[in-house]
């Protein structure tokens, strides 16, 4: 039979201080922030698109 070989041992990291938890509230602000920004953007370049395409139009049909 073969022998039993037991489960490595576990590398332990060399500082042995645990280190306090990240907070990533700031972090999470500034992606919301900056998803915001970028919706508005795509709401105002579709609303610019949207207006030049209906002026556009009106030009054509008045032709």
Request: net charge positive; aromatic share 2%; charged share 15%.
């Amino acid at each position: 039979m073969a022998a039993h070989t037991p489960l490595p041992v576990t590398v332990r990291p060399a500082s042995s201080r645990r280190r306090e938890p990240e907070d990533h509230s700031v972090r999470s602000a500034v992606a919301v922030v900056v998803a915001g920004v970028v919706l508005v953007a795509l709401l105002v370049g579709g609303g610019a698109m949207a207006a030049t395409l209906l002026d556009l139009s009106t030009w054509v049909g008045t032709s």
